[in-house]
């Protein structure tokens, strides 16, 4: 089967982006999936949240330049089936540099395609910038899906308004004909308000089946684990956070038929 490569997306910071995309690489290799978790965020979050260092010259800046191979960038984290392409500080520059270069939207999807093809990963998961920029479009070139997660709060339904939109746009320009939303995930519910209630209503009304039906709930345990850089599986196996993401790993599993 084709590796599937999905990202991870919101353009609103603290939302629980990174957090989903850690823990559900993680709950996925832990279930026997073969993950890459790759992360194109410059501040790198993703990569301290499993417990690496953020190390100059290990992240894809160079490859994505042209410069070297992504191959040579992949890194074993501490779990079983689960590597790992790190970010540093150094991919803030790339935005720049990509503008000013030909297929500067292609730049992700050339990169990855030898990856993809030694068939070593059942799926790639990249951790998109908290923008609409440069990489987290490339990021939406390279991918089949997307997956969204949504905050429990107010303005939750503008943010996804605007990523439907220029998922549209990257099919209908032919940058990547093929690209949908697999999903949208809640973060951050609080059972004890009726904000969160209202929300996860209001969002089921507009996406329908497109919203996962496990919310991830606000929790301590689930902030506190990237300190340690540990997934919450690990830092706290017994947690709501950790039960919330083994339920919301089968559904996306039955989801992408991986």
Same mark, same amino acid.
């Given at each position: 089967m084709p590796t599937r490569v999905i990202a991870v997306a919101n353009q609103k910071g603290g939302v629980g982006k990174t957090t989903t995309a850690v823990n559900l690489s993680a709950c996925l290799a832990s279930v026997g999936k073969r993950i890459l978790l790759f992360d194109l965020d410059p501040q790198a979050n993703a990569t301290s949240g499993l417990g690496l260092e953020k190390t100059e *010259?290990? #992240?894809?800046?160079h490859p994505l330049l042209g410069e070297g191979s992504l191959l040579d960038k992949i890194q074993k984290t501490n779990y079983t089936n689960l590597e790992i392409i790190p970010s @540093? =500080?150094?991919?803030?520059g790339v935005d $720049? @540099?990509?503008a000013r270069s030909e297929n500067h939207l292609q730049r992700v999807k050339t990169i990855l395609n030898p990856i993809l093809e030694? *068939? +070593?990963f059942d799926a790639v998961i990249i951790?998109?910038?908290?923008?609409? *920029?440069?990489l987290t479009l490339n990021a939406f070139a390279a991918a089949e899906s997307l997956l969204v997660p949504l905050q429990c709060e107010y303005y939750a339904l503008e943010g996804i308004s605007m990523i439907t939109r220029i998922v549209n746009q990257i099919r209908d320009s032919g940058v990547n004909p093929g690209l949908h939303i697999v999903g949208v995930v809640m973060t951050m519910f609080d059972g004890r308000t009726n904000l #969160?209630?209202? =929300? $996860?209503? @209001? $969002? +089921?009304e507009h996406f329908g089946e497109t919203v996962f039906e496990t919310v991830i709930p606000r929790t301590t345990r689930l902030a506190e684990a990237p300190s340690f850089g540990k997934p919450i599986i690990d830092y706290d196996k017994y947690s709501a956070g950790a039960a919330a993401y083994e339920v919301l790993t089968q559904e996306f599993v039955e989801r992408l038929k991986l």
């Amino acid at each position: 089967m084709p590796t599937r490569v999905i990202a991870v997306a919101n353009q609103k910071g603290g939302v629980g982006k990174t957090t989903t995309a850690v823990n559900l690489s993680a709950c996925l290799a832990s279930v026997g999936k073969r993950i890459l978790l790759f992360d194109l965020d410059p501040q790198a979050n993703a990569t301290s949240g499993l417990g690496l260092e953020k190390t100059e *010259g290990a #992240s894809a800046y160079h490859p994505l330049l042209g410069e070297g191979s992504l191959l040579d960038k992949i890194q074993k984290t501490n779990y079983t089936n689960l590597e790992i392409i790190p970010s @540093e =500080v150094d991919l803030c520059g790339v935005d $720049v @540099e990509l503008a000013r270069s030909e297929n500067h939207l292609q730049r992700v999807k050339t990169i990855l395609n030898p990856i993809l093809e030694t *068939g +070593r990963f059942d799926a790639v998961i990249i951790d998109c910038p908290p923008s609409l *920029g440069i990489l987290t479009l490339n990021a939406f070139a390279a991918a089949e899906s997307l997956l969204v997660p949504l905050q429990c709060e107010y303005y939750a339904l503008e943010g996804i308004s605007m990523i439907t939109r220029i998922v549209n746009q990257i099919r209908d320009s032919g940058v990547n004909p093929g690209l949908h939303i697999v999903g949208v995930v809640m973060t951050m519910f609080d059972g004890r308000t009726n904000l #969160s209630h209202q =929300v $996860v209503h @209001e $969002v +089921r009304e507009h996406f329908g089946e497109t919203v996962f039906e496990t919310v991830i709930p606000r929790t301590t345990r689930l902030a506190e684990a990237p300190s340690f850089g540990k997934p919450i599986i690990d830092y706290d196996k017994y947690s709501a956070g950790a039960a919330a993401y083994e339920v919301l790993t089968q559904e996306f599993v039955e989801r992408l038929k991986l």
